[in-house]
């Protein structure tokens, strides 16, 4: 039966399933309960925003305080994980990716490739992501497309609470190294969840609205501000159709190219930088496989090149909202193929 | 260790500053008056001094996320600070950077910093350059007990040793990292026998004790300065505030922050030390309060009235030449 919950409890509630189903499961990392070795409560945080509250309480031991050695745990999460554990570890901002890239990319993504297959880590990355929070430059990125790009890696990027117990009982199951990118600004949103366990397969996109006039493609936060965007285009009869990718690795690439042979005009709308992104892969995807179905060409809307600013306005602008993207569609759907008509004349 | 009476009242005013200038940003953050993440030094004033009192303004110091202690011992504009943690145009990084990267590179203040262990490998390489300039400079790199179980940490120390540098790796141990004890998260005895094992001399101070860490920083500046390489200072010291502003520190006991303000507060012992030696009489703490109270004041009034920053400020600074 569904009841409302939040994204972060969905998480929680995802988490504690599986590790009362699964006695392999382990959780570790900074403060994933906190007040270790403290003289006042233990489970004083459950992780920095309380995501992983009260799993210390009912799972023990198996929920494990980490100190700041980013390196070390992330690759011991990565080498239990080849060795019968089913780790899930918690790495707080995927800023901190940076301290121990070297452990996900070069051992955990290659193991099965360049061990001949026989490798199987089945461990699970979760990290927050995202600008609003006044975080500043190194607690606001969104990475996901740095990690899309290894091969041997799975990434999931939920824009709902539905979706993220379905994608982390999923990912949870998987044999293969999967990154669990948490949006900071979902955490309080709530949804429809089921109490039961399930999941939600990899590589299926959801279409959240449908529409004939303009598609756009989006994942997690982006996915609220397309949804705000496409109910004022409806005002002035524009239709969007929108996609929430849900998983980047894998694409749906199928779902994707249907909507655009149908509409014919697309807007690639992502919170993250504009180079080599998923803005430009799935442009790239598009341009690739569905040249002839194009009525316009495909917009971008994404953040600019430059860092997270702290000032809250700057942020803000750093920030696409819906504006840009209403915008954006709006040039899309009014976009007149002149040169077609003057070809044709000559 | 003899400090003159006018080093004594700098030393004073630099902790009584970052003191005040903490006890503040904690109301003003709490009034909803300053945005983001804010982690406050309050509890740790005498180990920022008692080391950057000794430092010149060729030396330079890597700092934490915890990092306006720092900040203002190294000179640091406290108007610029207040600014930029306020993100306002006037701030020192024009209110792009904001509480966890103050930063004022013409002062060798190389950033406050949001990775944990992120200030130790810049250290040495400040303390590398400063090596080949060969005119005696040092660089620190101040350290929380997080950060001193970093990768980052242990490699610097190894580096810093082999090359001689002229570097002091100050870890403030204030017990927590931010929910995690220290007696947990550091399985040696101590941070300074961990550097032994690296080849470090290391001292364990009680750095809530003014004197106590001029000294043992003396010693290590003054040892880096002549080409006598890298030294490790494990500070043991108290925040007064939770990891960040808003963490309710429910992993601490009762009473802990009031029993520690009762019993160690670094200030109340600088003053009773200055006081009862006779070499400074309270009057002249009273004057420089005042002074502290009057600069705390202003900044945040300057702040507060200070323009945001231009809208075309997001594209710009991302690098030198594009």
Not at chain 1, 102 to 127: C, H, L, S, W
Not at chain 1, 182 to 195: F, I, M, R, S, T
Not at chain 1, 338 to 345: D, F, G, N, V
Request: proline share 4%.
């Amino acid at each position: 039966m569904a009841r409302k919950l939040t994204f972060q409890h969905a998480i929680n509630e995802a988490l504690d399933q599986e590790m009362s189903r699964d006695e392999s499961i382990v959780l570790l990392g900074e403060d994933v309960a906190g007040g270790q070795g403290a003289d006042g409560e233990m489970d004083a945080w459950g992780g920095v925003l309380g995501v992983t509250k009260g799993l210390y309480g009912k799972h023990g031991d198996r929920v494990m305080d980490t100190p700041i050695s980013e390196s070390a745990f992330v690759g011991a999460a990565i080498g239990a994980a080849t060795s019968g554990l089913r780790p899930v570890v918690e790495l707080m901002f995927n800023d901190f990716m940076g301290v121990c890239f070297d452990q996900i990319f070069n051992q955990a993504a290659k193991f099965r490739y360049m061990f001949g297959g026989k490798a199987e880590t089945p461990v699970v990355i979760r990290t927050m992501i995202g600008a609003g929070f006044r975080g500043a430059a190194q607690h606001s990125q969104s990475l996901y497309s740095m990690f899309t790009h290894i091969p041997g890696l799975k990434c999931v990027v939920p824009s709902n609470p539905y979706d993220a117990k379905g994608l982390l009982i999923e990912a949870i199951r998987d044999n293969d190294p999967v990154i669990f990118f948490e949006h900071k600004n979902l955490y309080q949103v709530e949804g429809d969840v089921p109490e039961e366990a399930y999941t939600i397969p990899f590589g299926e996109a959801e279409i959240v609205r449908e529409g004939e006039d303009v598609t756009i493609v989006t994942l997690a936060e982006m996915v609220h501000e397309s949804v705000k965007a496409a109910e004022a285009l409806q005002k002035d009869g524009i239709e969007c159709e929108i996609i929430d990718l849900r998983t980047t690795s894998p694409l749906d690439e199928d779902t994707i190219l249907e909507s655009v042979e149908s509409t014919g005009r697309v807007v690639v709308v992502d919170e993250a930088n504009p180079r080599c992104s998923m803005a430009t892969d799935i442009s790239a995807l598009i341009a690739d496989k569905a040249f002839a179905s194009l009525k316009a060409p495909i917009k971008m809307v994404t953040a600019p090149h430059t860092p997270v600013p702290f000032n809250p306005k700057l942020e803000d602008l750093y920030k696409p909202n819906a504006g840009n993207i209403a915008a954006a569609v709006r040039e899309v759907a009014e976009y007149q193929k002149t040169w077609e008509t003057t070809t044709s004349k000559s | 260790m003899s400090l003159s009476k006018d080093e004594l009242l700098d030393a004073y005013r630099m902790m009584k500053t970052i003191r005040e200038f903490e006890e503040r940003v904690h109301v003003e953050f709490a009034a909803g008056e300053i945005p983001g993440f804010v982690h406050l030094y309050a509890g740790e004033e005498a180990c920022a001094t008692g080391v950057c009192v000794q430092l010149s303004g060729r030396d330079w110091i890597a700092s934490t996320h915890r990092g306006h202690g720092h900040c203002i011992a190294k000179g640091v504009d406290v108007h610029g600070m207040m600014a930029e943690l306020f993100g306002r145009a006037t701030g020192l990084c024009g209110g792009k950077g904001g509480s966890m990267h103050v930063a004022d590179l013409e002062l060798g203040m190389m950033g406050a910093n949001g990775i944990v262990g992120g200030g130790p490998p810049l250290a040495c390489g400040a303390a590398l350059a400063e090596q080949r300039a060969g005119k005696g400079g040092v660089a620190v790199a101040f350290v929380g007990d997080g950060g001193s179980n970093q990768g980052t940490t242990f490699e610097s120390l190894n580096l810093a040793k082999i090359w001689n540098l002229p570097a002091i790796f100050v870890v403030e141990d204030n017990g927590y990292a931010e929910a995690t004890s220290s007696k947990y998260s550091i399985g040696a005895e101590s941070n300074a026998e961990r550097a032994r094992g690296f080849g470090l001399p290391a001292s364990r101070i009680d750095g809530h004790d003014f004197f106590a860490v001029y000294e043992a920083a003396g010693e290590a500046i003054q040892r880096a300065r002549s080409g006598g390489g890298p030294t490790l200072l494990d500070c043991q010291l108290n925040r007064y505030y939770g990891h960040f502003e808003g963490d309710a520190q429910t992993y601490r006991g009762n009473e802990e922050v009031q029993r520690l303000r009762d019993s160690q507060d670094c200030l109340f012992r600088f003053v009773q030390c200055v006081t009862q030696s006779g070499d400074i009489s309270r009057s002249d703490l009273d004057a420089i309060d005042n002074e502290v109270a009057e600069l705390i004041e202003d900044s945040v009034a300057a702040a507060k009235a200070a323009p945001e920053p231009d809208e075309k400020e997001l594209l710009t600074d991302v690098y030198v030449s594009y």
